[in-house]
């Protein structure tokens, strides 16, 4: 039997044997259009009437009830708090940590601080915990194939911890190696990629074809603002994402697709520019 099975079991079984607690099993993954958040500041106002207030407000009025929230490494107090924040307005929630170059002395290290993450995202009702971001590029003597056996390992330890949905997101570059080996205990695979439709459906096609549909989504996507000078302003980029991400969705409506990123603060023009009129009107959001 799978293990991810039996944790439907858990709140029944630790109720037999007289646990201190029950754990809350979080919601189930959501499909459609959501939103990362917190990418373009540190801090962020959280006050009731403040600014994020008022994004969460108008994602929500917006049909917009998912969120992956700033991976400021592992444990980090402000993305926590954006976290909770965003949790107690009712949305589903992804957190998780990234590093920076790993090599094999620090994979103790790595696992111990995403542990520590994941008891945390059990104790604050998280829906979704991260184990990794795009840490096949930042690798030093560690093989691709050796890393993703890794993260599936670490997947099963966390299971032990925390019952909600447990993924690892990937960087679109290795999307293709993503799909030649098993995804084993994590629940979802997803992919941060950036490369226009044909790239990214044939980044979704691969993947759902070696693990299923229901396990792999798009944790970031966007226009490519890089390459695609109009996907700078507000006109171009609607009409590139009209063209590319709508038609994304409507081909893949079994899965989640997290637009990168709401622009909170809004200095970065480059990565952080999604709350342009026109964009968001095509999105339905005002």
């Known amino acids: 039997m799978r293990i991810g099975s039996l944790r439907p079991l858990v ?5 037999l044997l007289g ?3 029950t754990p809350t099993l979080a919601a189930s993954p959501p499909k459609g259009l959501c939103f990362n958040y917190g990418h373009d500041g540190y801090v962020h106002d959280l006050s009731p009437g403040g600014q994020v207030a008022e994004d969460f407000r108008r994602l ?9 929230i700033v991976y400021n490494g592992f444990n980090d107090a402000q993305a926590e708090a954006l976290a909770r924040f965003a949790k107690a307005r009712g949305f589903y929630v992804i957190t998780g940590g990234e590093w920076g170059m790993l090599d094999m002395a620090q994979l103790p290290q790595y696992r111990a601080q995403a542990m520590q993450h994941a008891k945390w995202a059990q104790a604050n009702g998280i829906d979704q915990f991260s184990v990794g971001n795009e840490q096949e590029a930042r690798l030093s003597g560690i093989s691709f194939e050796l890393w993703a056996s890794e993260m599936v390992a670490l997947a099963a330890d966390v299971r032990a911890v925390f019952y909600g949905t447990v993924s690892y997101e990937a960087g679109g570059n290795f999307a293709d190696d993503w799909a030649k080996v098993s995804i084993g205990s994590l629940d979802l695979l997803g992919i941060n990629s950036y490369g226009g ?5 044939l980044s979704l096609r691969e993947n759902m074809a070696a693990h299923g549909a229901s396990r792999v989504y798009l944790s970031e996507t966007n226009c490519d603002a890089v390459h695609v000078l109009s996907c700078r302003v ?4 609607s009409q590139e994402m009209k063209g590319d991400l709508l038609r994304l969705m409507r081909e893949f409506p079994e899965t989640a697709f997290y637009i990168y990123t709401w622009r909170a603060i809004g200095h970065d023009v480059l990565a952080s520019m999604v709350n342009y009129p026109q964009t968001l009107a095509m999105l339905g959001i005002r």
């Not at 439709?197 to 459906?201: G, K, T, V």
Request: glycine share 16%.
């Open 60 to 68: 929500s009025a917006g049909g917009v009830h998912c969120l992956r």
């Open 197 to 201: 439709y044909e790239r990214n459906a």
């Open 234 to 237: 507000d006109g171009g980029l």
């Open 19 to 21: 646990t201190a607690s």
């Open 11 to 15: 709140p029944y079984l630790a109720m």
